[in-house]
């Protein structure tokens, strides 16, 4: 299974809103409601932030929120703070009852 | 509370076989849907899916490394244990181990990770 493509990186500035994208196949991403989104600061291990597409676990700000349009899905940080500086992962499960990342985006807060 | 933690060598030899295990509580693999999978990050890259044992005993494995990887489990000492043949320098990374549920599918809980260096 191939990676699913983001974008290698994004800013913004406190306050604004950034759109992170994450383009797989109608074998995953488009397939299923099952894309999750999964924030990393350096050192740390993966926070899952998004699941089931728009779904935010407890505890997640309601800052982040996600959609899907056909194999594309996207997550949203609204009102940028400098603390959601870190690595963004999108992760879908897949045809083969797997499950596969993107390629990882790096949100800079200016 | 839920809880995974990764043990395992830090260091391994080329050709050598790694052996990983995931010591989990707050769970159970003998639950209907539950499942952990193993996920590997080579330092400064992404996040790589490495393979997913079921509460059933179904596993599944990523196509790219499947010939060299083996998962399974020991449910009444709430572990799981990744072998990987023939270890490559470009195997180096930190290895996590994750829970996940059989639909939604996604990764609600990792533990720490442990970082794995392949050197002679």
């Known amino acids: 299974q191939s990676a699913l493509t983001q974008p290698a990186s994004v800013s913004g500035s406190p306050g604004q809103s950034i759109t992170i994208s994450c383009t797989g196949t109608?074998?995953?991403?488009?397939?299923?409601?099952?894309v999750s989104w999964y924030q990393q600061h350096p050192g740390k291990a993966p926070k899952l932030m998004i699941y089931?597409?728009?779904n935010r676990p407890s505890g997640v700000s309601n800052r982040f929120s996600g959609s899907k349009s056909g194999n594309t899905a996207s997550l949203t940080i609204s009102g940028l703070q400098a603390e959601d500086e870190a690595d963004y992962y999108c992760?879908?499960?897949?045809?083969?009852?797997?499950?596969?990342f993107g390629g990882g985006t790096k949100l800079t807060v200016l | 509370q839920v809880t995974l933690r990764e043990s395992g060598p830090a260091l391994v030899k080329p050709t050598q076989t790694l052996t990983l295990t995931c010591t989990f509580s707050?769970?159970?693999?003998?639950?209907?849907?539950?499942?952990v999978s193993w996920i590997r990050q080579p330092p400064g890259k992404a996040l790589e899916w490495l393979a997913r044992?079921?509460?059933?005993?179904?596993?599944y494995y990523s196509t790219s490394l499947k010939t060299r990887l083996t998962i399974s489990k020991d449910t009444s000492k709430n572990q799981v244990v990744l072998t990987m043949t023939n270890m490559d320098p470009v195997d180096t990374a930190t290895y996590y181990c994750?829970?996940?549920?059989?639909?939604?599918?996604?990764?609600?809980?990792w533990g720490q990770g442990t970082l794995v260096t392949v050197s002679s």
């Open positions: 992760s879908s499960y897949t045809s083969s009852s797997t499950q596969v």
């Open positions: 089931d597409v728009s």
């Open positions: 044992i079921d509460w059933d005993d179904d596993k």
């Open positions: 994750a829970r996940i549920r059989i639909q939604p599918y996604y990764f609600d809980y």
């Open positions: 707050g769970f159970s693999l003998s639950t209907s849907g539950m499942c």
């Open positions: 109608s074998s995953d991403v488009g397939g299923y409601n099952y």
